[in-house]
C-alpha cells in the first residue's frame, strides 16, 4: 500500500521503462525478502501484501486492442509496521488510517489521499440501519 511518505518514489516505477528495468533502482526504493512468494516487497511500505496471481482480467479498446488489465491475486500473507498498528477492543489487529496516510490512484496521473474518516453503519439482515448513539 502506499502512503504519503513515499508516493512520489512509488510514482516513479510507473515509467515507461524497458522490459527488464529495475524498478527498484529507478524509484529509490528498497526491496526486502517476502516470507511466502518470490517477488520481494516494499520496505517503505507500511503495510505489506503478499500475493499469488489468481487471474488477469484483459481489456481491449473500441478497435480490439489491448487497453488495459486487471490483475486479481489471493492475499497469502500481511506485514503491518508497528508504526501504524494498533487493537481493536476484541484484540483483532487493525491498521490506523491516519497513521498510514494511505494514498489511492485514481487512474492516469491523478492520486487521492484519506483527508477525513467517517463511519457508516450497515444495515441489518431486514435492510434497517442501527440508530445513531446518542449522548449523554
Known amino acids: 500500500m502506499m502512503s504519503e511518505w513515499f508516493v512520489e518514489a512509488a510514482n516513479h516505477t510507473c515509467g515507461d521503462y524497458d522490459r527488464g528495468v529495475d ?4 524509484s529509490g526504493l528498497t526491496p526486502i525478502p517476502s ?10 511500505s507500511a503495510v505489506q501484501m503478499e500475493c499469488v496471481l489468481k487471474q488477469i482480467v484483459e481489456f481491449k479498446d473500441k478497435d480490439g486492442k489491448d487497453s488495459s488489465a486487471v490483475v486479481l491475486g489471493e492475499i497469502v ?6 508504526g501504524v498498528a494498533g487493537r481493536s477492543p476484541s484484540g483483532k ?7 498510514l496516510a494511505p494514498v489511492c490512484r485514481l487512474g492516469g496521473v491523478t492520486y487521492g489521499r484519506v483527508t477525513e ?20
Open 93 to 99: 489487529l487493525v491498521v490506523d488510517p491516519v497513521k
Open 35 to 44: 516470507k511466502r512468494v518470490l517477488p520481494p516487497r516494499v520496505k517503505e
Open 23 to 26: 524498478e527498484f533502482k529507478v
Open 117 to 136: 474518516l467517517y463511519d457508516l453503519g450497515r444495515p441489518n439482515k431486514h435492510g434497517v440501519y442501527p440508530q445513531p448513539k446518542r449522548s449523554s
Open 77 to 82: 500473507l500481511f506485514h503491518v509496521a508497528d
